[in-house]
């Protein structure tokens, strides 16, 4: 079946950058851009960007260009985010994008920004 | 306007029809389809309905959907305790040339 499946809870400093893996399974992984998006602590969800794995072409929202990254390994996708402060305190998801619904999520990985 | 809005708390009794409502613009809802997502407590979101008011394999149809202009509701009839959750609309925005989740309503099972 689908699945993506992220990495583990991060805690990190202001400052240092944190890098969030999303390893795909179950279908062909070039078919599907993967989004990203955020839920800080009590608040609703929030767009990241997306990346097309056919190709490696990215998009990002605005308040996050030039301070996140989206990249891939064959089906293993990645998210890192620099310069973090504590506003990046968040459950961050990947999704597959499936017409333009996210029809398949990960689990969710917890980063922490603390001094 | 590029911000989805909406109310934050609906409630009802078990076996009632809820609807939950979520407003757009002309750059968001006004030009492309609408998904909806449920969040459980404590877990990831999962795709409730897609393109204005296709259910996934698996939804069932208590959940509908229906989309008019700049805007678009959920309705879940006949209200179960499992349905208490947090519920989003979600769709492209051409001025933001992103994704935008509607603020979020919280479904409340009396």
Same mark, same amino acid.
């Given at each position: 079946?689908?699945?993506?499946?992220?990495? +583990?809870?991060?805690?990190?400093?202001?400052?240092?950058?944190?890098?969030?893996?999303?390893?795909?399974?179950?279908?062909?992984?070039?078919?599907?851009?993967?989004?990203?998006?955020?839920?800080?602590?009590?608040?609703? *969800?929030?767009?990241?960007?997306?990346?097309?794995?056919?190709?490696?072409?990215?998009?990002?929202?605005?308040?996050?260009?030039?301070?996140?990254? *989206?990249?891939?390994?064959?089906?293993?996708?990645?998210?890192?985010?620099?310069?973090?402060?504590?506003?990046?305190? #968040?459950?961050?998801?990947?999704?597959?994008?499936?017409?333009?619904?996210?029809?398949?999520?990960?689990?969710?990985?917890? !980063?922490?920004?603390?001094? | 306007?590029?911000?989805?809005?909406?109310?934050?708390?609906?409630? +009802?009794?078990?076996?009632?029809?809820?609807? !939950?409502?979520?407003?757009?613009?002309?750059?968001?809802?006004?030009?492309?389809?609408?998904?909806?997502? %449920?969040?459980?407590?404590?877990?990831?979101?999962?795709?409730?309905?897609?393109?204005?008011?296709? %259910?996934?394999?698996?939804?069932?149809?208590?959940?509908?959907?229906?989309?008019? #202009?700049?805007?678009?509701?959920?309705?879940?009839? +006949?209200?179960?305790?499992?349905?208490?959750?947090?519920?989003?609309?979600?769709?492209?925005?051409?001025?933001?040339? +992103?994704? *935008?989740?509607?603020?979020?309503?919280? !479904?409340?099972?009396?």
């Amino acid at each position: 079946q689908v699945q993506l499946v992220q990495s +583990g809870a991060e805690v990190k400093k202001p400052g240092a950058s944190v890098k969030v893996s999303c390893k795909t399974s179950g279908y062909n992984f070039i078919g599907y851009h993967i989004n990203w998006a955020r839920q800080a602590p009590g608040q609703g *969800l929030e767009w990241v960007g997306w990346i097309n794995p056919n190709g490696g072409g990215t998009n990002y929202a605005q308040k996050f260009q030039g301070r996140v990254a *989206l990249t891939m390994d064959t089906s293993i996708f990645y998210m890192e985010v620099n310069r973090l402060t504590s506003d990046d305190t #968040a459950v961050y998801y990947c999704g597959r994008d499936n017409n333009d619904a996210m029809d398949v999520w990960g689990q969710g990985t917890t !980063v922490t920004v603390s001094s | 306007q590029s911000v989805l809005t909406q109310p934050p708390s609906a409630s +009802g009794t078990p076996g009632q029809r809820v609807t !939950v409502s979520c407003s757009g613009g002309s750059s968001n809802i006004g030009s492309y389809t609408v998904n909806w997502y %449920r969040q459980l407590p404590g877990t990831a979101p999962k795709l409730l309905i897609y393109n204005n008011n296709q %259910r996934p394999s698996g939804v069932p149809d208590r959940f509908s959907a229906s989309k008019s #202009a700049t805007s678009a509701s959920l309705a879940i009839s +006949g209200l179960q305790s499992e349905d208490e959750a947090d519920y989003y609309c979600s769709t492209w925005d051409d001025s933001l040339n +992103g994704y *935008l989740f509607g603020t979020g309503t919280k !479904v409340n099972v009396l």
